[in-house]
């Protein structure tokens, strides 16, 4: 049967990593799984994600553009792939936009709601991973990055926002999601994917 796993977390929480080993354990169970990020996983999505990591806007316009991409990216590929009895695996998905869009930059969560409404109403990931450290400890690792983008330029308080934002959505809707600490070391984090992998 098909799952739609999404991950999440501040930027440095080490997401990228974690998700690249999670679905490579699937696939060696031998499920067919397709691997997409947010924004982008489609020709016209990547190219607003250019735009949403680089150029300053609205704060609006900067949630409505999250959306479109991803109004693109399940037409196109998350709910296609699901039909064709596929894992989809995101890296990050509409609990990005409350967080970011809402928690971090202050937009009205009505709105968002709505948007969510409008976009996908009848769509929710299966499971949501959420990879939480403390802020200071992502601000480390990401100054390791060469370069960074626009949302990671940010201070730590809009990051504190943000980890906020997340924790009002699991709030919200707690059965959807698995907290896992990200401050662990890497080896502590695979165990805890592996046993998460086998109840799912
Ligand atoms: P990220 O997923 O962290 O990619 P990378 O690991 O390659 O840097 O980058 C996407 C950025 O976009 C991240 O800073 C969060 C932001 N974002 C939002 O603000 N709202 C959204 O709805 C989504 C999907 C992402």
């Known amino acids: 049967m098909s799952k739609f796993i999404?991950?999440?977390g501040v930027d440095g929480a080490g997401k990228s990593t974690h998700l690249e080993w999670f679905s490579d354990a699937l696939r060696r169970r031998g499920f067919d799984v397709v691997v997409t990020r947010e924004p982008g996983g489609t020709l016209l999505g990547?190219?607003?994600r250019e735009i949403l990591l680089n150029q300053s806007m609205n704060i609006g316009t900067e949630a409505l553009l999250m959306f479109a991409a991803r109004m693109e990216h399940i037409e196109q590929v998350i709910k296609p792939s699901l039909r064709a009895g596929k894992w989809v695996i995101s890296d990050r998905f509409s609990d990005a936009s409350f967080a970011y869009q809402g928690g971090g930059r202050g937009l009205n969560w009505g709105k968002l709601s709505q948007l969510e409404q409008w976009v996908h109403p009848d769509l929710q990931p299966?499971?949501?991973l959420f990879f939480d450290v403390p802020v200071e400890v992502a601000r480390q690792r990401?100054?390791?990055n060469v370069s960074l983008d626009r949302f990671e330029q940010e201070q730590a308080d809009f990051f504190e926002r943000v980890r906020a934002g997340y924790y009002k959505r699991i709030q919200e809707n707690p059965q959807r999601y698995v907290v896992?600490?990200?401050?662990?070391?890497l080896d502590?984090?695979?165990y805890k994917l592996e046993e998460i992998i086998l109840t799912i």
């Open 180 to 185: 896992i600490d990200a401050a662990q070391t």
């Open 46 to 48: 990547e190219q607003l």
């Open 6 to 8: 999404t991950f999440e």
């Open 126 to 128: 299966d499971l949501t």
């Open 188 to 190: 502590m984090v695979k």
């Open 142 to 144: 990401l100054s390791n």
